[in-house]
């Protein structure tokens, strides 16, 4: 399986960035995960990337991103323009470590 600065540095390079979404581990939040869209990431290296949210720049380590998607447009060949949405494909997911029991 790919690593995910592998899958975040192809979409960067062949285009697709601001069509996805970087879900990662944001403690203090519900469910501890926190949805940033890809057109918001300023930089990527192989340990961290860069965001920028209202005005203020942010960096996460890759470790903690959880999964990567990509919107895909449904197919609205044969439906009113009201029924055509967008729905997201996981690019990338890692895989969660079973919770130790004590």
């Not at 975040?8 to 926190?34: M, S, T």
């Not at 340990?47 to 447009?73: A, C, D, N, V």
Request: with cysteine.
């Amino acid at each position: 399986m790919a690593m995910a600065f592998e899958v975040l540095n192809k979409l960067k390079w062949k285009g697709g960035l601001e069509r996805c979404e970087i879900v990662i581990l944001h403690r203090g939040v519900p469910g501890d995960r926190k949805a940033i869209p890809g057109s918001h990431v300023t930089g990527l290296d192989r340990h961290y990337f860069w965001y920028e949210e209202r005005g203020r720049e942010t960096t996460i380590p890759l470790h903690r991103i959880r999964e990567i998607r990509l919107k895909k447009e449904k197919d609205g060949l044969d439906k009113p323009a009201q029924a055509v949405g967008l729905e997201w494909e996981a690019l990338w997911k890692r895989e969660e470590k079973p919770k130790k029991r004590d």
